[in-house]
Nanobody, 116 residues
Framework: QVQLVESGGGLVQAGGSLRLSCAVSAPIFGFNVIEWYRQDPGKQRELLAAITLAGSTDYADSVKGRFTISRDTAKNMVYLQMNNLKPEDTGVYFC??????????WGQGTQVTVSS
């Protein structure tokens, strides 16, 4: 069974940086898209960044210029580099992989807290 495991979350002051990691138990090239989401309590998950099979990337307006999604295919790892963090970036961060149009695999999430 495909498994995604996030790590790298923690406490950071505003203006600081964190790098989140998503370890995937299957070859990354088997996924059409791998994405990062963020969820605050009582809210829906927000799509932050995506990387396609071809390697192209897209970002939500709220994180453009601050967050970077990347991958290491040899290690089956996907990363989210987060710079210039703001208190509103606080939340649980999830990675999600999609295979075809009807199969999605979610990680368990990692908590990021940005203090002012």
């Amino acid at each position: 069974q495909v498994q995604l495991v996030e790590s790298g979350g923690g406490l950071v002051q505003a203006g600081g940086s964190l790098r989140l990691s998503c370890a995937v138990s299957a070859p990354i090239f088997g996924f059409n898209v791998i994405e990062w989401y963020r969820q605050d309590p009582g809210k829906q998950r927000e799509l932050l960044a995506a990387i396609t099979l071809a390697g192209s990337t897209d970002y939500a307006d709220s994180v453009k210029g601050r967050f970077t999604i990347s991958r290491d295919t040899a290690k089956n790892m996907v990363y989210l580099q987060m710079n210039n963090l703001k208190p509103e970036d606080t939340g649980v961060y999830f990675c999600k992989g999609r295979v075809g149009s009807d199969h999605e695999y979610w990680g368990q999430g990692t908590q990021v807290t940005v203090s002012s």
